[in-house]
């Protein structure tokens, strides 16, 4: 299991939990989203599979909790897996 497969399966288990930003954004790229945009500290994430931009932006170091329950829901939703 990969390092990020580990961090994605913590995740799952503990949904409550605080993932550092650095963590989410290599989560993303891990599951195909690319950067597309920035603007300030507003970041825009896109994916051939899901029909709209997903954005995203820091809490101090951590991601906010929304958002990380966002992509969990859209990682569900459009059936995505880490890409090897």
Avoid: C
Avoid at 5 to 30: H, M, Q, S, T, V
Wanted: glycine share 4%; net charge positive.
């Amino acid at each position: 299991m990969t390092q990020t497969a580990k961090l994605y399966a913590w995740l799952l288990a503990n949904r409550r939990g605080i993932l550092p930003f650095r963590d989410f954004e290599r989560l993303l790229a891990a599951f195909g989203f690319q950067h597309a945009r920035s603007i300030g500290s507003h970041r825009q994430y896109i994916h051939r599979s899901v029909p709209r931009p997903f954005p995203i932006q820091p809490s101090g170091k951590d991601a906010k909790r929304y958002q990380v329950d966002q992509f969990l829901d859209m990682v569900e939703e459009y059936d995505l897996s880490i890409d090897e």
